[in-house]
């Protein structure tokens, strides 16, 4: 068995590498920005597809109804305002999923002073109603089945009621 220089070693790897390039750059340069360009577009087609899906309101938008989406994010929005006395429609989504491990995606709006406590599934909105009180004031709202619970800041928003 005959020892080989280091040298003729690397000379050996090199020129191996060279053959191995050379194999991979037979695909004209036209068609390997092309197949690039095509999985760029792909992939970017599905990310704006799941941002468009998960900022809409499950199910249809109703009309008239004030829109109250919740999330491990918090309530959005986080203010409402309504006149004293004024039939108010509430369109109460969870956007969150029931894989969620924490309350399993469901919400809850909830108005102690006022007696509301609507629960809402994962992915799912529900219209509720109710009256507004006659004495404008600022009620409180929150949700207390998860996501830290009525402690929570980004859990709580704020019912405004003007004369």
Known sequence: MTRRSTSQFRS???ASA???TSATSRL???LRVGVFG?????VAIVAVS???GRLQLPGAPVAGAMQVRASMEGFDPNRLTVTAGQRVDIQFASMDTGM???G???HEFAIDKLGIDWKVGPESSQVFSFTAPSTPGEYEYYCDICCGGKANPSMQG???VTA
């Open 18 to 20: 060279r053959r191995s």
């Open 38 to 42: 095509s999985f760029a577009v792909v």
């Open 12 to 14: 050996d790897r090199a």
């Open 28 to 30: 004209p340069l036209w």
């Open 104 to 106: 399993g995606g469901w």
């Open 100 to 102: 969620h491990s924490d």
């Open 158 to 160: 704020k019912l405004t």
């Open 50 to 52: 799941l941002v468009i």
